[in-house]
């Protein structure tokens, strides 16, 4: 019966068919396993780079921190400063020296000071160890906390001495530090 069986020239036919079909779909695969295989590549290389950004980022980050931590030390240092000038400004009909700032220094330092309302004169006096009155700086804010700079860097190292001078009487003095 010719509907049952197939002729062995149509079975070649069909097997070459077949092999071609296979064969185009081989080619098809191959080409999506380059296509994947190239896909992977740019995405080992993005993630590479990715990782170098990463590894860079965390090197800025521990900078940072560190940075961060000499930051927040600094600045409890001058809110403790602020807490101690704010008590003392309650006392403004008190005199008051504070400690050179920094100590020592390396030619210019900052002095804090309180000068009562009510005193008609009032400076600040340097002297080297000896005695020897180097610079006097008249101090103008009254009943508040002031501070004055000073510029002592053509001075030689040493300790100095600087004072509080009201109405012409020393009411406090203080060492500070030149080191070069």
Same mark, same amino acid.
């Given at each position: 019966?010719?509907?049952?069986?197939?002729?062995?020239?149509?079975?070649?036919?069909?097997?070459?068919?077949?092999?071609?079909?296979?064969?185009?779909?081989?080619?098809?695969?191959?080409? %999506?396993?380059?296509?994947?295989?190239?896909?992977?590549?740019?995405?080992?290389?993005?993630?590479? %780079?990715?990782?170098?950004?990463?590894?860079?980022?965390?090197?800025?980050?521990?900078?940072?921190?560190?940075?961060?931590?000499?930051?927040?030390?600094?600045? +409890?240092?001058?809110?403790?400063?602020?807490?101690?000038? +704010?008590?003392?400004?309650?006392?403004?009909?008190?005199?008051?020296?504070?400690?050179?700032?920094?100590?020592?220094?390396?030619?210019?330092?900052?002095?804090?000071?309180?000068?009562?309302?009510?005193?008609?004169?009032?400076?600040?006096?340097?002297?080297?160890?000896?005695?020897?009155?180097?610079?006097?700086?008249?101090?103008?804010?009254?009943?508040?906390?002031?501070? %004055?700079?000073?510029?002592?860097?053509?001075?030689?190292?040493?300790?100095?001495?600087?004072?509080?001078?009201?109405?012409?009487?020393? %009411?406090?003095?203080?060492?500070?530090?030149?080191?070069?």
């Amino acid at each position: 019966d010719a509907r049952t069986s197939l002729a062995a020239s149509d079975v070649a036919g069909v097997a070459l068919l077949g092999i071609k079909a296979l064969a185009e779909q081989v080619e098809r695969g191959g080409a %999506v396993v380059q296509s994947t295989q190239e896909e992977l590549e740019a995405l080992r290389r993005e993630n590479a %780079v990715l990782r170098e950004r990463a590894a860079a980022l965390e090197q800025e980050n521990r900078e940072l921190r560190q940075k961060d931590q000499v930051l927040e030390q600094r600045l +409890m240092a001058l809110e403790q400063l602020v807490r101690e000038l +704010m008590g003392r400004t309650a006392e403004a009909q008190e005199p008051w020296l504070g400690d050179n700032i920094p100590n020592p220094h390396d030619g210019t330092t900052t002095i804090p000071y309180r000068v009562p309302v009510g005193v008609s004169s009032a400076v600040l006096v340097v002297r080297d160890m000896s005695g020897r009155q180097l610079l006097e700086v008249v101090l103008p804010a009254r009943g508040q906390v002031g501070q %004055v700079t000073l510029a002592i860097g053509s001075y030689p190292s040493g300790v100095y001495e600087y004072a509080l001078v009201l109405d012409g009487r020393v %009411v406090a003095s203080k060492q500070m530090h030149l080191v070069r």
